[in-house]
């Protein structure tokens, strides 16, 4: 494929109560762009999330993000620590990168 570039790609679930601290991180690992959702859900560890249930107030967001593998490499070293503390989960998988006008890798 022409003008593509091999990168990884990032997806993180977290509490939406812990979505800041996660940019954090991300910021503190030189990430220069993501994209967020908040109120996704799913199933997993914490069981059921529904975003369109009133009585249950914990929400689940997900970033997603692609940057070179050496960057990846170091947003995982920084994040399985606090994977552990605050819960949620971490997918790393092989991606193209488009070209175009504005990169933020």
């Given at each position: ?8 790609r990032i ?69 399985r620590p606090?994977?552990k503390q ?20």
């Open positions: 494929m022409n003008n593509t570039i091999t990168m990884k997806e993180i679930v977290v509490t939406e109560d812990e979505l800041e601290n996660l940019i954090k991180l991300l910021n503190s690992a030189g990430v220069r762009g993501y994209s967020y959702l908040k109120e996704v859900g799913g199933l997993g560890s914490r069981g059921v999330r529904r975003p369109d249930d009133v009585i249950w107030e914990e929400e689940n967001a997900i970033i997603i993000l692609a940057c070179k593998e050496d960057q990846a490499e170091k947003i995982v070293d920084i994040l606090k994977l605050f819960g949620g989960m971490c997918l790393v998988s092989d991606c193209l990168w488009v070209e175009g006008p504005a990169v933020s890798y």
